[in-house]
């Protein structure tokens, strides 16, 4: 089942892909709304969605293409509540991330033998995967933004005036809401651009964190309860309309030297991350980037990310901000 959210510029909608239709869901006008009603009610997500579903359809393809009022929103998002979301992700899980990383990091040095990003990879695939009743290792683990920071399908990511560079990083993103007992319960997955500064982290990779401090996007539809054992896709980049880069790309358990669960536990274990009715989106890790192929971004080029049944495609276009020439400065309070 797949969901997407949709706005007019003066009301919003939540509704089900029906290909090539969407069905409007009655008394909902966001996805949040609709798992905050599931949990309350103690339902099933999918069952209240099939009793919240209409026969009000509206075109996919003309909202997909530009041709209708109706926009598409963030498949899951805090209308009017940002600090309400907590966006994250972790590093270093697929074998694809390991050797960008690895070629990002390592020093011009015979001595080198092994980067600390390629240490904590090799960490991940010999403790990763946990039986079930056992605590494996911790992944890498960054902080993005609250939900100010995402864009919808079709928006711009942009790449700020103190950035040294902008990077797509296509990835899925696992979407969870804290029930009122403090228990996390991830309402569904989406396609996701999680856009990072490659160059400045590639100065230092203690830089990691300030690197991840950027825009993204997801969508434009959320799964529910998708196959997440091993997912396939595409990722493109375009420059004045033509092709400039692409890539398959793989992700999925199968793919990934963490299970899920593992990265579940290490992202909730915080009681800070479990408190009642918080959303967190967590970006998975990503297969492969442009960057680690020497292509550099620029303003007007279109990202596009897609997954096998995560439903239509994601599109964003880079923007560049003014440089910013004048520090940030804190004033006193007397």
Same mark, same amino acid.
């Given at each position: 089942?797949?969901l !997407?959210?949709i706005?007019?510029?003066?009301?919003?909608r939540?509704a089900?892909?029906?290909?090539p239709? $969407?069905?409007? +869901?009655?008394?909902?006008?966001?996805?949040?709304?609709?798992?905050?009603?599931?949990?309350?009610? /103690?339902?099933?997500?999918?069952?209240?969605?099939?009793?919240?579903?209409?026969?009000?359809? $509206?075109?996919?393809?003309?909202?997909?293409?530009?041709?209708?009022?109706?926009?598409l929103l963030p498949? &899951?998002?805090g209308?009017?509540?940002?600090?309400?979301?907590?966006?994250?992700?972790?590093?270093?899980?697929?074998l694809?991330?390991?050797?960008?990383?690895?070629?990002?990091?390592?020093?011009?040095?015979?001595?080198?033998?092994?980067?600390d990003?390629?240490r904590?990879?090799?960490?991940g %695939?010999?403790? /990763?995967?946990?039986?079930?009743?056992?605590?494996?290792?911790a992944?890498?683990? @960054?902080?993005k933004?609250?939900?100010?920071? +995402?864009?919808?399908? #079709?928006?711009?990511l942009?790449?700020?005036g103190?950035?040294?560079?902008?990077g797509?990083?296509?990835?899925?993103?696992?979407?969870?809401?804290?029930?009122?007992?403090?228990?996390?319960w991830?309402?569904?997955?989406?396609?996701?651009?999680? #856009?990072?500064d490659?160059?400045?982290?590639? %100065?230092?990779? +203690? *830089?990691?964190?300030?690197?991840?401090?950027?825009?993204?996007?997801? /969508?434009?539809?959320?799964?529910?309860?998708?196959d997440?054992?091993?997912?396939?896709?595409? !990722?493109?980049?375009?420059?004045?309309?033509?092709?400039?880069?692409?890539?398959?790309?793989?992700?999925?358990q199968? *793919?990934m030297?963490?299970? +899920?669960? *593992?990265?579940?536990?290490?992202? #909730?274990?915080?009681?800070a991350? %479990?408190?009642?009715?918080r959303?967190?989106?967590?970006?998975?890790?990503?297969?492969?980037?442009? @960057?680690?192929?020497? &292509?550099?971004?620029?303003? /007007?080029?279109?990202?596009?990310?897609? #997954?096998?049944?995560?439903?239509?495609?994601?599109? *964003?276009?880079?923007?560049?901000?003014?440089?910013?020439?004048?520090?940030?400065?804190?004033?006193?309070?007397?």
């Open positions: 089942m797949r !997407v959210q706005h007019d510029g003066t009301q919003r939540v089900v892909v029906n290909e239709n $969407l069905l409007i +869901l009655r008394e909902v006008d966001s996805v949040i709304a609709l798992a905050d009603r599931a949990l309350s009610a /103690g339902r099933g997500l999918s069952e209240l969605i099939g009793e919240l579903t209409t026969e009000d359809a $509206l075109s996919y393809d003309a909202i997909y293409e530009g041709r209708s009022d109706w926009k498949p &899951i998002d209308p009017g509540e940002p600090r309400r979301v907590h966006v994250s992700g972790t590093g270093l899980t697929h694809g991330s390991a050797r960008e990383r690895q070629a990002m990091h390592v020093v011009a040095s015979a001595q080198e033998q092994m980067t990003s390629m904590m990879f090799e960490w %695939r010999e403790q /990763g995967r946990p039986r079930e009743a056992e605590i494996g290792i992944p890498e683990w @960054f902080h933004g609250d939900g100010s920071i +995402l864009q919808a399908p #079709f928006g711009s942009a790449i700020p103190y950035a040294e560079d902008g797509e990083e296509a990835e899925v993103a696992a979407i969870y809401l804290v029930a009122d007992d403090g228990v996390p991830r309402i569904g997955m989406a396609a996701g651009n999680e #856009f990072s490659h160059a400045f982290e590639r %100065r230092n990779y +203690l *830089n990691l964190a300030g690197s991840k401090l950027r825009m993204c996007s997801l /969508g434009p539809e959320l799964i529910v309860a998708p997440f054992e091993d997912v396939s896709g595409s !990722v493109r980049v375009l420059r004045g309309g033509q092709l400039l880069w692409q890539k398959l790309i793989h992700t999925g199968r *793919n030297c963490h299970s +899920l669960a *593992n990265l579940e536990h290490h992202h #909730f274990k915080f009681a991350h %479990r408190q009642p009715d959303l967190h989106i967590h970006f998975i890790g990503a297969d492969c980037l442009s @960057f680690g192929e020497d &292509i550099r971004l620029q303003s /007007g080029d279109v990202m596009e990310v897609e #997954f096998q049944n995560f439903g239509r495609t994601l599109c *964003n276009v880079v923007t560049q901000e003014d440089p910013l020439k004048t520090p940030v400065r804190v004033r006193t309070m007397e």
